[in-house]
């Protein structure tokens, strides 16, 4: 947001005869001419300022007093500026990367977990079009089928790169989501994730969440940390939205790769999810 200078501050309340005004409607037109909206920055000194500049903004959007006292909570993490920063794994070959993401493992035990959950499996492709292999893929890739879902403060992790100049913007909208999810009583502030944010077995950024969640096992809510059904549901459900189409191919150049490509930006990732589900569902 651009701001007009002190300067062109003082001149505007210059015109304005001051019997005409209450001191808090002065107080009002200073702040919105002083630059006090949230401004990014690259170094953590004014984490503290921008959490009291945006939770007025939040407060002003919408955001009720749960997900605001949950902001206030936050601090400012350096090991996700450090992550976001080092993404080193994506610059490998697509052999070096499948290597170290352990790829040939994932597409050993996909196979026996699509026998084990078959009636789980079989639904989903009924009900999304998707079939089981590259929905473990992904399963396998972003946490180990469940076993290693982060340990970072969720909230803590998406307000550092809301805050981070890098990518503010993006962010900026998963913190609106992250903080709409504490107001609904979805996200506890206390709850960890990876170090970008990302929540549950199949690692939603919290905008995802709002948006593509979905209740896979049933039971009227949806918990994408403690239940496989529904994380397994909802990326299902995110796929079909980026364009699956049922019984269609999903390797590079195929129809559904595009849906493939939505979920995650690195090239690598995408062709290695397409080689492993190809592998669990034996194409």
């Known amino acids: 947001m651009t701001c007009s200078t002190g300067r062109e501050a003082m001149r505007m309340v210059r015109r304005i005869r001051i019997g005409a005004f209450s001191a808090a409607v002065l107080a009002a037109v200073l702040w919105a001419q002083s630059g006090h909206a949230a401004t990014c920055s690259n170094t953590g000194a004014a984490f503290e300022q921008w959490k009291g500049d945006f939770s007025r903004e939040a407060a002003s959007r919408g955001i009720g007093q749960r997900g605001l006292s949950a902001l206030a909570g936050t601090r400012y993490s350096t090991a996700t500026i450090s992550a976001d920063r080092g993404q080193k794994s994506f610059k490998l070959s697509l052999d070096q990367f499948m290597a170290k993401r352990g790829a040939n493992v994932i597409a050993q035990r996909g196979k026996g977990l699509k026998q084990s959950n078959a009636s789980l499996f079989d639904g989903l492709q009924r009900r999304y079009g998707v079939p089981a292999g590259p929905l473990i893929a992904i399963w396998g890739m972003e946490s180990g089928f469940g076993n290693y879902m982060g340990r970072s ?14 990518r503010s913007a993006f962010f900026t909208t998963h913190l609106y989501a ?13 709850a960890t994730g990876a170090v970008h944010g990302e929540i549950g077995q199949t690692q939603f950024l919290p905008g995802n969440v709002v948006k593509y969640a979905a209740d896979g096992d049933g039971n009227g809510r949806v918990d994408l940390i403690g239940s496989r059904a529904d994380a397994l549901a909802s990326t299902a459900n995110f796929l079909r939205a980026h364009g699956w189409r049922a019984g269609a191919g999903y390797g590079p150049g195929e129809p559904n790769f595009r849906a493939l490509q939505a979920w995650n930006a690195a090239s690598v990732y995408q062709q290695a999810i397409a080689i ?8």
């Open 276 to 283: 492993i589900g190809k592998q669990i569902d034996g194409s």
């Open 153 to 166: 403060n969720i909230l803590s992790s998406v307000a550092t790169l809301a805050y981070d100049c890098r």
């Open 178 to 190: 992250a903080l709409q999810l504490v107001d609904r009583g979805w996200l506890s502030p206390g």
